[in-house]
């Protein structure tokens, strides 16, 4: 009895199906090349990130250093150019001086002038003198 039960008992459970041993290499063969794929993705994703992230970096630091060179321009520009409009301010306030000097300096000896002129003329020729100058 003990065979004819054992015999119903395979029997009873032939609906399951198992994977013969080939199917099942085959199996295992398909999961370890899809934890290789999926840890190359994974490596594949790590260097991109690395690479991007050099490269944002590198970026980031040619626009500090261009940046940071063109304030320095810009700030011996600007020093360059107050430097010329001080020269230029002190030269426009010399002219002035100058000009200043030149008309009242000239504005004096023509008063001079004309007082010796009348004083050591006579009466008659002071007035012909007045009117020239004049």
Do not use: P
Request: charged fraction near 10%; avoid cysteine; aromatic fraction near 6%.
């Amino acid at each position: 009895m003990s065979s004819s039960s054992s015999v119903g008992f395979n029997d009873h459970f032939h609906w399951i199906s198992t994977r013969s041993a080939w199917q099942d290499i085959q199996y295992h063969r398909q999961l370890r090349a899809q934890s290789i794929q999926q840890d190359q993705d994974n490596m594949d994703a790590a260097n991109t990130a690395m690479f991007n992230a050099q490269q944002n970096n590198i970026s980031t630091g040619a626009t500090n250093a261009a940046q940071a060179a063109l304030t320095r321009l810009q700030t011996t520009a600007n020093a360059q150019s107050d430097a010329i409009n001080s020269q230029i301010d002190s030269a426009q306030s010399l002219l002035t001086q100058t000009q200043t000097a030149t008309s009242s300096s000239t504005t004096s000896t023509a008063s001079s002038t004309s007082s010796n002129v009348l004083t050591s003329s006579s009466a008659s020729s002071t007035s012909s003198w007045v009117d020239t100058i004049a």
